[in-house]
């Protein structure tokens, strides 16, 4: 199978859209000046807004990378076609990426890896998988605190909502693209909950779509499959941190990190990129593969319901590789006619627009009128029976385990009791194994019956008066009576 509109429904002729562009940092620059020349031979009714952001904003001052007047014109325009930017270290600058994403809710990030067979070298030539990764929860909050001298914390939040938008964006996009299968990717057996409840939503999602086949696998075990045989793979829907781990392995297994075209979308956003990044080390030398951006449009012009136009380079860019008109990374003795730069390639696409690949499938999004995949609302909520069963309280305290426990005894408010102790998700009290390491990060689970938070503030304080350090508290709850957090190991 081809490509990926994610929408058809028919209106024309088309009329101009307004789209935001920025040319990025690194080779940015010369794959969007590529990707904008074919744009325009192609006939694509385009109405540019350019933006700065990246490097020579991030030096100006501004720590995101990205400035106020830039946000008007995306509010503006809605479709935002970007090439990579340079992301600096330290210094306190934030991911420009991240910081998009979010603000624009772009909660979808879709990134189609297809192998060219025979024409780019690959292991596997049969190889079309699309990776659907939620892009705004998980580790990739960025909610970090040091909360001791030797122990720091990365909050990883998954949300029910969060949950059932990803995998319902997932089975819609399936469904619209003609793909069979969607497999989902989490760690449920050590994250029980957080992974678990994104499993449990996609398993209940699921039934809404019985038309399209639906397994499991646990990340770890499912990326190995993915770089033993990606040509088992359909559709994989998996969360924010493992989506970006596993598309770099898709994608590189394909051929070519330059081939890669992706986007991120949202209700009322879509952000159209290449996969890969800057590239500073041939930034300037005209040897970039522009593909990757060029694909990236094609996904843009079918969201925008300009899909007659997206057929029409999809075709010409497949036509230039199958006529063996490579640029240097994808570049094979034995495969290829030409060895081109970035200027040749873009030329040679633009030559063949109108022309249809002889081996590749030739590709036809029907008619456009595109305003993305609309999804169904989210489920209704139903409020559960929400009750305080204690508190973690984390400490920073150094010592032996039943010392702690002495004093922590001592220092039980009324109607709290000491229930265990432990270290790094470890139980260390009662009967602690001698062997187990223990930092300086202690969480001491207190329980209670009908207590509320009157009695945690009071469990609080006689810490305090005990002379202990609290660093964090994490509440106790039942839900409908369910147990609401983890047990530590060996409890
Ligand atoms: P990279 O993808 O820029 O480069 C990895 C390797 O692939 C390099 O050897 C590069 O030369 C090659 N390569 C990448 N794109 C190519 C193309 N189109 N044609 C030919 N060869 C290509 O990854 P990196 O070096 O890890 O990151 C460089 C910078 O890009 C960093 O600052 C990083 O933060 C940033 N980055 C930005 C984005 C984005 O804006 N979406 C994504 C990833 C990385």
């Given at each position: 199978?081809?490509?990926?509109?994610?929408?058809?429904?028919?209106?024309?002729?088309?009329?101009?859209?307004?789209?935001?562009?920025?040319?990025?940092?690194?080779?940015?620059?010369?794959?969007?000046?590529?990707?904008?020349?074919?744009?325009?031979?192609?006939?694509?009714?385009?109405?540019?807004?350019?933006?700065?952001?990246?490097?020579?904003?991030?030096?100006?001052?501004?720590?995101?990378?990205?400035?106020?007047?830039?946000?008007?014109?995306?509010?503006?325009?809605?479709?935002?076609?970007?090439?990579?930017?340079?992301?600096?270290?330290?210094?306190g600058f934030k991911s420009l990426?991240?910081?998009?994403?979010?603000?624009?809710?772009?909660?979808?990030?879709?990134?189609?890896?297809?192998?060219?067979?025979?024409?780019?070298?690959?292991?596997?030539?049969?190889?079309?998988?699309?990776?659907?990764?939620?892009?705004?929860?998980?580790?990739?909050?960025?909610?970090?605190?040091?909360?001791?001298?030797?122990?720091?914390?990365?909050?990883?939040?998954?949300?029910?909502?969060?949950?059932?938008?990803?995998?319902?964006?997932?089975?819609?996009?399936?469904?619209?693209?003609?793909?069979?299968?969607?497999?989902?990717?989490?760690?449920?057996?050590?994250?029980?909950?957080?992974?678990?409840?994104?499993?449990?939503?996609?398993?209940?999602?699921?039934?809404?779509?019985?038309?399209?086949?639906?397994?499991f696998y646990i990340i770890d075990?499912?990326?190995?499959?993915?770089?033993?045989?990606?040509?088992?793979?359909?559709?994989?829907?998996?969360?924010?941190?493992?989506?970006?781990?596993?598309?770099?392995?898709?994608?590189?297994?394909?051929?070519?990190?330059?081939?890669?075209?992706?986007?991120?979308?949202?209700?009322?956003?879509?952000?159209?990129?290449?996969?890969?990044?800057?590239?500073?080390?041939?930034?300037?030398?005209?040897?970039?593969?522009?593909?990757?951006?060029?694909?990236?449009?094609?996904?843009?012009?079918?969201?925008?319901?300009?899909?007659?136009?997206?057929?029409?380079?999809?075709?010409?860019?497949?036509?230039?590789?199958?006529?063996?008109?490579?640029?240097?990374?994808?570049?094979?003795?034995?495969?290829?006619?030409?060895?081109?730069?970035?200027?040749?390639?873009?030329?040679?696409?633009?030559?063949?627009?109108?022309?249809?690949?002889?081996?590749?499938?030739?590709?036809?999004?029907?008619?456009?009128?595109?305003?993305?995949?609309?999804?169904?609302?989210?489920?209704?909520?139903?409020?559960?029976?929400?009750?305080?069963?204690?508190?973690?309280?984390?400490?920073?305290?150094?010592?032996?385990p039943d010392d702690l426990a002495?004093?922590?005894?001592?220092?039980?408010?009324?109607?709290?009791?000491?229930?265990?102790?432990?270290?790094?998700?470890?139980?260390?009290?009662?009967?602690?194994?001698?062997?187990?390491?223990?930092?300086?990060?202690?969480?001491?689970?207190?329980?209670?019956?009908?207590?509320?938070?009157?009695?945690?503030?009071?469990?609080?304080?006689?810490?305090?008066?005990?002379?202990?350090?609290?660093?964090?508290?994490?509440?106790?709850?039942?839900?409908?009576?369910?147990?609401?957090?983890?047990?530590?190991?060996?409890?």
């Open positions: 199978m081809p490509f990926y509109p994610l929408i058809s429904k028919a209106s024309k002729p088309h009329m101009k859209t307004p789209i935001t562009v920025a040319r990025g940092d690194g080779i940015g620059p010369e794959i969007m000046d590529a990707t904008l020349s074919i744009l325009q031979a192609a006939g694509a009714q385009l109405e540019i807004d350019e933006i700065e952001i990246g490097e020579a904003v991030y030096k100006k001052g501004t720590l995101t990378g990205i400035e106020d007047s830039a946000w008007d014109s995306l509010k503006r325009t809605k479709v935002f076609l970007k090439a990579p930017i340079t992301t600096p270290q330290g210094g990426n991240v910081t998009i994403r979010k603000t624009l809710g772009l909660f979808a990030n879709v990134r189609p890896c297809v192998s060219y067979h025979p024409y780019v070298e690959t292991n596997f030539p049969n190889m079309d998988l699309v990776i659907v990764r939620e892009n705004e929860e998980d580790l990739y909050a960025g909610i970090e605190h040091r909360q001791t001298q030797d122990v720091v914390q990365s909050l990883k939040l998954i949300s029910r909502p969060g949950s059932e938008r990803i995998a319902r964006f997932a089975f819609e996009y399936a469904r619209a693209n003609g793909r069979k299968k969607v497999t989902c990717m989490a760690k449920d057996n050590i994250m029980k909950m957080a992974d678990g409840l994104f499993r449990k939503t996609f398993d209940e999602i699921g039934k809404d779509y019985p038309d399209i086949e639906q397994d075990i499912g990326t190995a499959r993915i770089a033993d045989s990606p040509d088992s793979f359909d559709v994989i829907v998996t969360e924010n941190l493992y989506g970006d781990i596993i598309s770099d392995v898709a994608v590189e297994i394909t051929g070519s990190v330059g081939l890669g075209g992706s986007c991120n979308i949202g209700s009322n956003f879509g952000m159209f990129e290449a996969v890969h990044g800057s590239a500073p080390d041939i930034a300037g030398r005209g040897i970039a593969n522009p593909s990757g951006l060029i694909l990236g449009s094609v996904l843009m012009l079918n969201h925008i319901g300009q899909n007659d136009i997206a057929a029409k380079i999809h075709n010409a860019w497949y036509k230039t590789l199958e006529d063996g008109i490579h640029t240097g990374d994808i570049y094979n003795e034995k495969l290829s006619k030409e060895k081109v730069g970035t200027l040749e390639f873009t030329k040679a696409v633009m030559e063949r627009l109108g022309a249809k690949p002889e081996k590749f499938k030739v590709v036809d999004y029907g008619q456009g009128g595109g305003k993305g995949l609309s999804l169904p609302p989210l489920k209704p909520r139903v409020t559960q029976k929400k009750e305080l069963a204690g508190v973690d309280i984390f400490l920073d305290w150094e010592g032996k002495k004093v922590l005894n001592g220092a039980c408010a009324n109607g709290m009791s000491l229930k265990i102790i432990s270290n790094r998700g470890v139980k260390v009290w009662p009967d602690g194994q001698p062997d187990t390491f223990c930092s300086d990060h202690w969480s001491c689970r207190f329980i209670g019956n009908d207590i509320d938070n009157s009695h945690i503030i009071k469990q609080l304080e006689g810490l305090k008066a005990a002379g202990l350090d609290f660093v964090k508290t994490d509440n106790l709850y039942t839900f409908n009576g369910e147990r609401g957090y983890s047990l530590a190991q060996g409890e």
